[in-house]
């Protein structure tokens, strides 16, 4: 499976942006998909992560209220909508495939390359 993270950029804070993460692979669809992002100097964190039917999601308190995660499995596509974002959300967002939404949360298998948000104050 192969993933690539777009929609990054720079936005003012209280601005939205929508990430998308488009894979390739025949078990898009039967896969549970996070996101995940690293500001620099910190560690990686999770944000959020999506069922493979899209039934269940589960979101980090920090952006709980705020981003959405949503996927299209006709489109192998999986999104993050980014509301209300705050400067502390500024780091390199990645999405994620695993099994299921244990595995997608702690051990991914496939990781995409990320991409940058920079939120301005």
């Known amino acids: 499976v192969q993933l690539v993270e777009s929609g990054g950029g720079l936005v003012q804070a209280g601005g939205s942006l929508r990430l998308s993460c488009a894979a390739s692979?025949?078990?898009?669809?039967?896969?549970?998909m996070g996101w995940f992002r690293q500001a620099p100097g910190k560690e990686r964190e999770f944000v959020g992560a999506?069922?493979?039917?899209?039934?269940?999601?589960y979101y980090a308190d920090s952006v709980k209220g705020r981003f959405t995660i949503s996927r299209d499995n006709a489109k192998n596509t999986v999104y993050l909508q980014m509301n209300s974002l705050k400067p502390e959300d500024t780091a390199v967002y990645s999405c994620?495939?695993?099994?299921?939404?244990?595995?997608?949360?702690?051990?991914?298998?496939?990781w995409g390359q990320g991409t940058q948000v920079t939120v301005s104050s």
């Open positions: 692979g025949r078990t898009f669809s039967t896969s549970a």
């Open positions: 999506i069922s493979w039917s899209g039934g269940n999601t």
């Open positions: 994620a495939a695993g099994g299921t939404i244990a595995v997608v949360t702690t051990r991914p298998y496939y």
